[in-house]
Nanobody, 124 residues
């Protein structure tokens, strides 16, 4: 069973940067999709990056394109989300997620394993 543990959330001022980490264990499939999602109070869960692992390139929605980047450290089984130029609207609980598939999608229901989340708060 896939197990995900996020860390790195914090409170920062607008314009600041954070790096979130997600340590992944227990996967057995070679076709894994990994995603970072966020959920603000009263809003739905929004995907902010998806990547096929290993070896895929990440996709981002317009809301974070150019500010967020995803990377992986295969030796450490870790997924990262590098967030720059943070805005107050980036405030949310951030989750990493994993699912099986040759093609990765944005819909949260396609991801069967989720971490517990890490809080990011951006003040103006």
């Amino acid at each position: 069973q896939v197990h995900l543990v996020e860390s790195g959330g914090d409170s920062v001022q607008a314009g600041g940067s954070l790096r979130l980490s997600c340590v992944i264990s227990g996967f057995t499939s070679s076709n894994i999709c990994l995603g970072w999602f966020r959920q603000a109070p009263g809003k739905g869960r929004e995907g902010v990056s998806i990547i096929r692992w290993p070896g895929g390139s990440a996709d981002y929605p317009d809301s974070v394109q150019g500010r967020f980047t995803t990377s992986t450290d295969n030796a450490k089984n870790t997924l990262y989300l590098h967030m720059n130029s943070l805005k107050p609207e980036d405030t949310a609980m951030y989750y990493c997620a994993a699912g099986r598939g040759r093609t990765c999608f944005w819909e949260a229901f396609r991801y069967s394993a989720w971490g517990q989340g890490t809080q990011v708060t951006v003040s103006s």
